[in-house]
């Protein structure tokens, strides 16, 4: 694992990165989460806010989806007592100043409007109490996963505009850059059914994958394929933000 807390050492990669474990491993090291508050943009299905929800049952939590439809359903599936489902997106956080603890933001930023991430990371630090922390990850643009999902996919402007507006927002003293930590997350697929349902049919974007770039990635999963499927990693960063003590 990777640390820095001065701007001039925030990088976008790095080459070299050997520690492989579950995401949850690095939030737990790096945040304190027992009674605190809680905000995921951008939460998806909500994986790491509801094992968050459970194994830190004194904090409190608030899981925000812009998707209307991953919205409904996390809304109408079983939450713990804690957590709570919300409609908005970074960019308009209907919530009081100074209000929120800890900040998420897993594989979610570079979804945001690069119009617009200056913005969303300003409502972040508005909503953070001083001392508070805005966790964000981002996938790393390298590596065999990434060369499949490129194929149909391609986020390397996305990723990098991200990265900027990060890099943009310490700049201008919002909020201060803690740590930054790489590290590869494991990804595991039974088949390429398994591949496709997670990746060609999501409900945030429309996809539109042709039958030539399905072709060529099937032919990419089909290389890696082992006895049971294809077992992969991804190579993910972290940068640990916190909000300014006044």
């Given at each position: 694992?990777?640390?820095?807390?001065?701007?001039?050492?925030?990088?976008?990669?790095?080459?070299?990165?050997?520690?492989?474990?579950?995401?949850?491993?690095?939030?737990?090291?790096?945040?304190?989460?027992?009674?605190?508050?809680?905000?995921?943009?951008?939460?998806?299905?909500?994986?790491?806010?509801?094992?968050?929800?459970?194994?830190?049952?004194?904090?409190?939590?608030?899981?925000?989806?812009?998707?209307?439809?991953?919205?409904?359903?996390?809304?109408?599936?079983?939450?713990?007592?804690?957590?709570?489902?919300?409609?908005?997106?970074?960019?308009?956080?209907?919530?009081?100043?100074?209000?929120?603890?800890?900040?998420?933001?897993?594989?979610?930023?570079?979804?945001?409007?690069?119009?617009?991430?200056?913005?969303?990371?300003?409502?972040?630090?508005?909503?953070?109490?001083?001392?508070?922390?805005?966790?964000?990850?981002?996938?790393?643009?390298?590596?065999?996963?990434?060369?499949?999902?490129?194929?149909?996919?391609?986020?390397?402007?996305?990723?990098?505009?991200?990265?900027?507006?990060?890099?943009?927002?310490?700049e201008r003293g919002l909020l201060e850059l803690e740590s930054e930590v790489?590290?590869?997350?494991?990804?595991?697929?039974?088949?390429?059914?398994?591949?496709?349902?997670?990746?060609?049919?999501?409900?945030?974007?429309?996809?539109?994958?042709?039958?030539?770039?399905?072709?060529?990635?099937?032919?990419?999963?089909?290389?890696?394929?082992?006895?049971?499927?294809v077992d992969l990693t991804q190579k993910m960063r972290v940068d640990l933000?916190?909000?300014?003590?006044?």
């Open positions: 694992m990777t640390s820095s807390a001065t701007l001039s050492h925030m990088r976008l990669e790095q080459p070299e990165v050997t520690r492989t474990c579950v995401e949850s491993d690095i939030y737990e090291t790096l945040l304190g989460l027992n009674g605190a508050t809680v905000l995921e943009l951008g939460c998806g299905k909500a994986d790491h806010t509801r094992r968050i929800a459970f194994a830190h049952p004194t904090a409190t939590i608030i899981a925000s989806e812009v998707d209307r439809i991953q919205h409904a359903a996390n809304v109408a599936a079983l939450a713990p007592p804690n957590m709570r489902f919300a409609e908005f997106g970074a960019g308009s956080i209907p919530l009081p100043d100074g209000s929120v603890d800890v900040v998420l933001m897993f594989k979610s930023l570079h979804h945001v409007p690069a119009a617009t991430l200056d913005d969303a990371l300003s409502e972040i630090a508005r909503v953070l109490r001083p001392g508070g922390h805005a966790y964000i990850s981002e996938p790393i643009f390298a590596g065999a996963h990434n060369e499949m999902i490129r194929v149909f996919n391609d986020e390397q402007v996305v990723r990098q505009a991200a990265f900027n507006a990060l890099r943009h927002c310490v790489f590290f590869l997350v494991p990804v595991k697929y039974r088949d390429f059914a398994e591949f496709s349902a997670r990746h060609f049919d999501v409900t945030h974007s429309v996809r539109r994958v042709t039958d030539l770039q399905r072709e060529v990635v099937e032919k990419l999963f089909n290389s890696h394929r082992g006895t049971e499927g933000l916190r909000k300014p003590q006044i």
